[in-house]
C-alpha cells in the first residue's frame, strides 16, 4: 500500500492484539532470522538449533513489515513455511522439522513509491509469482488524497501530541 497510510500501525496493532504473534521488519529480517538457525553452545561446545520468527509464531501469527525490502533470497525462504507450515533443518548434524503453523501478514510498499492504478497489482509490487500465491488476500491499500480531511487528521495528531 501507498506510504503513511498505517500499514505498519496496523501489523503493531495486531502484534498487540493477537494471543501469539512475532513481529519481524524487512529491513532486518534474514532467512535464518526468519526461518531457523544453528549455533554452537558456548558452554557445551554443542550445536543448537534456534527457531526463526516463523517457528515463534507457530499457532499464532508472523507480521512482517517491510516486505518489499527484503533480501529475494530471504523472501525465497519463507516459501516451505507458508506452504507446509513447517520448517525443514538439516545444518551442522542437526536434520529436523520444525512447526511453523502460523499465519503470515506481510506489508508492502509499491515500487515507485505510490501505487499506480492504470498498472496490475503484479506491476505494482516487486514481488515474484511464488511467494504472492502463498498468499490468501492480497490487498491494497490507497491514500486518497484529500487536502480538508488531511489537514484536520495532522492538527488531530499534532493536538494529541501536545498534551
Given at each position: 500500500?501507498?506510504?503513511?497510510?498505517?500499514?505498519?500501525?496496523?501489523?503493531?496493532?495486531?502484534?498487540?492484539?493477537?494471543?501469539r504473534?512475532?513481529?519481524?521488519?524487512?529491513?532486518?529480517?534474514?532467512?535464518?532470522?526468519?526461518?531457523?538457525?544453528?549455533?554452537?553452545?558456548?558452554?557445551?561446545?554443542?550445536?543448537?538449533l534456534?527457531?526463526g520468527a516463523l517457528?515463534?509464531?507457530?499457532?499464532?501469527?508472523?507480521?512482517i513489515?517491510?516486505?518489499d525490502?527484503?533480501?529475494?533470497?530471504?523472501?525465497?525462504?519463507?516459501?516451505?513455511a507458508?506452504?507446509?507450515q513447517?520448517?525443514?533443518?538439516?545444518?551442522?548434524?542437526?536434520?529436523?522439522?520444525?512447526?511453523?503453523?502460523?499465519?503470515v501478514i506481510?506489508a508492502?510498499?509499491?515500487?515507485?513509491?505510490?501505487y499506480?492504478?492504470?498498472?496490475?497489482?503484479?506491476e505494482?509490487?516487486?514481488?515474484?509469482d511464488?511467494?504472492?500465491?502463498?498468499?490468501?488476500?492480497?490487498?491494497?491499500?490507497?491514500?486518497?488524497?484529500?487536502?480538508?480531511?488531511?489537514?484536520?487528521?495532522?492538527?488531530?495528531?499534532?493536538?494529541?501530541?501536545?498534551?
Open positions: 500500500g501507498d506510504p503513511g497510510v498505517g500499514k505498519s500501525q496496523f501489523l503493531t496493532y495486531t502484534k498487540n492484539l493477537a494471543p504473534a512475532v513481529y519481524a521488519t524487512g529491513k532486518g529480517a534474514s532467512a535464518v532470522g526468519l526461518t531457523a538457525s544453528v549455533r554452537r553452545d558456548s558452554l557445551t561446545g554443542d550445536w543448537v534456534e527457531g517457528v515463534l509464531a507457530d499457532k499464532g501469527v508472523c507480521l513489515d517491510e516486505f525490502k527484503m533480501n529475494e533470497q530471504d523472501r525465497t525462504s519463507i516459501h516451505e507458508m506452504e507446509q513447517s520448517i525443514s533443518v538439516s545444518k551442522a548434524g542437526i536434520v529436523t522439522t520444525l512447526q511453523a503453523r502460523c499465519a506481510a508492502a510498499n509499491p515500487i515507485n513509491g505510490r499506480d492504478s492504470s498498472r496490475t497489482f503484479v505494482n509490487v516487486d514481488l515474484t511464488p511467494i504472492l500465491s502463498r498468499f490468501d488476500i492480497l490487498a491494497v491499500v490507497r491514500d486518497h488524497v484529500d487536502n480538508v480531511r488531511d489537514e484536520m487528521l495532522a492538527e488531530f495528531v499534532i493536538f494529541n501530541h501536545q498534551r
